[in-house]
C-alpha cells in the first residue's frame, strides 16, 4: 500500500510517501517545514503564526513529497493525515488538505493520532517490529507509557499529570537563556556538564510520582529548577540580563538531564516488569536526547528486551511516521468521510 501521509500538529509541516505491506516497510520520500525560526523570535509556538505558515507551506510540501517519490496522486493508494491531538488551527490546515486530496483523486482517507503516529516511527526502523509492544512516548506533549497490544490498539498505563517532558526542557532552556525549543540546546549543554563531571552537582525532585502507579509529574522538577537558578542569581548578585558562570549552566543542565533520565527509566522498569512485554519503542521529539537514549538503551538490556529507537529524523515531528500507522489503521479498516475533524486533545477523539 502506497501512503501520502500528511502531519501539521504543531510547528512543522511535514509530507512523506511510504509503502507497506506484510513483507515492505519502506520510506520513498519525506519532506519537513520546520517554523521553528519564526517562533523562536517569540520564545514559543504562537498558534495563529503556526496555522498560516501550515497554509502557506503545505501545497509546496505535498507537492515535494510526490515528487521526490517518483510518483503521481494516481499512484498513490491512500491519503493518511494527523487528525489529533495537536494546536486546533495547524491541525485544521493538514486534515483539510487532505481531505481536498483524497475527495479530488478518489483515495481513501485515513485519520491518524499523532501519538500512536510518533510510536509507529520503530516499525520503518525495525522491520521485524510487532505489536504487542510497550511504547514509551516522550514529546513536547506527551510522556506516556502505553501497552501497544494491537498495531491499533493503544491502552495508556502511565503518563504526566501535570507537564511533558518536552515542555520542562524548553521552560528550564528558555529560563537558562538558550534559544527556542530548548531541549537539543539542553542536550549539548548537559553532554558539556557529563564530561567535565557535573551530573551530580545539583539534586532536584525525581519526576516519577512515588506509588504504585506508573505515572510522571514534571512540574515541581521544573520548578524547582528553575527556583535553584534564581538564587544562584541572588546569591552571585546577577543582573537579569547577565549569564549564569558556564560551570553552573552545564551542572543544572547536566543535573536536570539526570533526573529527568533516573524518572523515567525507574517507570518504564516497573512497567516493563509488570506487563511482561519483551519489546520496547522510545519515540517522540525527547527521544532525540542522548542520554535519554543512552539510558533507556541500558535500560532494557538490564531487563533483557529488545529496544527500538528511531534515528533523530523519526523523532521530532514528520509525515513517515503518520504513514506507517496509516497503514495500520487502514487494515483495521479506519477510513473517514470528508465530515473528518481535527481534535486538539486525545481526550476528545478517542483513537480511531
Ligand atoms: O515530538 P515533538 O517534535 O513534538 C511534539 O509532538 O510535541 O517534540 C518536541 C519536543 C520539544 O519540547 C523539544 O525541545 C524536544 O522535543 N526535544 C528534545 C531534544 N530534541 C527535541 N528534548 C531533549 N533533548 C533533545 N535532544
Ligand atoms: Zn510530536
Do not use: W
Not at 517562533?39 to 501550515?54: C, F, M, N, Q, T
Not at 513529497?65 to 498513490?76: K, N
Not at 493538514?94 to 510518533?118: D, E, M, Q, R, W
Not at 510520582?209 to 538564587?231: C, E, R, W
Request: glycine share 8%.
Amino acid at each position: 500500500m502506497r501512503i501520502l501521509a500528511i502531519e501539521s500538529s504543531c510547528d512543522e509541516t511535514a509530507a512523506a510517501v511510504v509503502e507497506m505491506s506484510d513483507t515492505v516497510r519502506a520510506v520513498h520520500s519525506s519532506v519537513v517545514a520546520s517554523q521553528v525560526d519564526v517562533h523562536a523570535l517569540y520564545g514559543g509556538v504562537v498558534p495563529e503564526i503556526a496555522s498560516r505558515a501550515h497554509i502557506e507551506a503545505i501545497h509546496g510540501v505535498v507537492d515535494r513529497a510526490l515528487r521526490e517519490a517518483s510518483l503521481t496522486m494516481e499512484e498513490i493508494d491512500t491519503v493518511g493525515v494527523t487528525y489529533a491531538p495537536g494546536l486546533i488551527g495547524s491541525l485544521l490546515v493538514g486534515v483539510s488538505f487532505a481531505k481536498g486530496l483524497a475527495f479530488t483523486y478518489k483515495k481513501p482517507l485515513v485519520p491518524v493520532n499523532h501519538i500512536k503516529g510518533h510510536a509507529a516511527a520503530a516499525y520503518l526502523v525495525n522491520k521485524e517490529l510487532q505489536a504487542p509492544f510497550c511504547a514509551l512516548v516522550v514529546s513536547g506533549g506527551h510522556t506516556s507509557l502505553y501497552d501497544v497490544r494491537t498495531p491499533t490498539s493503544f491502552v495508556e498505563i502511565g503518563g504526566t499529570r501535570d507537564d511533558a517532558a518536552g515542555e520542562a526542557f524548553d521552560k528550564v532552556g528558555r529560563v537558562m537563556g538558550l534559544p527556542y525549543p530548548g531541549g537539543a540546546a539542553m542536550d549539548r549543554l548537559a553532554a558539556q556538564g557529563f564530561a567535565n563531571g557535573r551530573g551530580e552537582m545539583f539534586s532536584f525532585p525525581s519526576p516519577a510520582v512515588p506509588d504504585d502507579t506508573f505515572d510522571y509529574s514534571f512540574s515541581g522538577l521544573k520548578t524547582a529548577v528553575i527556583n535553584q537558578m534564581h538564587t544562584i542569581r541572588q546569591k552571585l548578585g546577577l543582573s537579569d540580563n547577565e549569564s549564569l558562570p558556564e560551570d553552573i549552566r552545564e551542572g543544572i543542565a547536566a543535573s536536570f538531564t539526570r533526573v529527568v533520565t533516573e524518572g523515567i527509566c525507574q517507570k518504564l522498569r516497573c512497567a516493563v516488569r509488570e506487563t511482561g512485554i519483551r519489546d520496547l519503542v522510545l519515540a517522540g521529539g525527547v527521544a532525540a536526547n542522548s542520554h535519554l537514549r543512552a539510558a533507556v538503551s541500558q535500560t532494557a538490556e538490564e531487563l533483557s528486551v529488545r529496544l527500538t529507537v528511531p534515528p533523530l529524523s523519526l523523532c521530532g515531528d514528520n509525515a513517515v511516521m503518520i504513514g506507517a500507522q496509516a497503514y495500520f489503521e487502514a487494515l483495521n479498516g479506519n477510513f473517514a468521510d470528508s465530515s473528518l475533524n481535527a481534535y486538539a486533545s486525545d481526550e476528545n477523539a478517542a483513537f480511531v
